[in-house]
């Protein structure tokens, strides 16, 4: 059965996440690509699995996360391009097991994908075509004030300043995935 490996994050939904402060090399506004390794198959629970989205102020710049209404294998990115108007694309395909959870950005191109195959996205509310530079902190298994903290371990996030191609995304899978019994 795929594990995660002993490098990982144990988020159980009692208010444990991991902050990392702001920095220019988490400043990402024109490209990106967002890189979470972990089982985000569950349902009835909003959930932010990675962000750098505070809501208390206009500090709103991108987040990883579900919605209590979104079914079990949906997920949505949300971006904002200037810190408190928002925009959500919804997609479907992730499976009940640990894996990759892969997200590009480009100008605005936003692509997905569970263990390096490439998921449709859903529906859009207006994709950004750059990102908002954002001072709150990047949060693995929660955002700032919302508290959806992650009930879930999380093995490794990782945040590019470039946006992926699909043969190097399936390369950081193939390279990682035995670390995680796959």
């Known amino acids: 059965e795929p594990r995660l490996n002993t490098q990982q994050l144990n988020l159980f939904g009692e208010g444990e996440y991991s902050s990392t402060p702001d920095s220019a090399s988490l400043d990402v506004t024109t490209t990106a690509t967002w890189e979470i390794w972990g089982n985000f198959y569950e349902t009835g629970t909003s959930r932010a699995y990675l962000a750098k989205y505070d809501t208390a102020t206009t500090q709103r710049c991108w987040m990883i996360a579900r919605t209590s209404s979104l ?56 994709t950004q075509a750059s990102l908002f530079n954002s ?3 990047v949060r693995i298994g929660d955002n700032e004030n919302l ?19 699909a043969d190097e995304v399936l390369t950081n899978y193939n390279t990682q995935k035995s670390l995680y019994g796959l």
């Open 147 to 165: 508290n959806w903290w992650s009930d879930t371990k999380i093995g490794s996030a990782k945040i590019y300043n470039v946006a992926l191609t």
């Open 71 to 126: 079914l079990a294998g949906e997920m949505n990115i949300y971006t904002s391009a200037d810190g408190s108007a928002f925009s959500v694309e919804k997609w479907t395909g992730l499976t009940d097991e640990v894996g990759c959870l892969s997200v590009t950005y480009a100008a605005g191109v936003i692509e997905v994908y569970w263990n390096a195959s490439l998921l449709t996205l859903g529906s859009a509310a207006g």
């Open 135 to 137: 001072s709150t902190p």
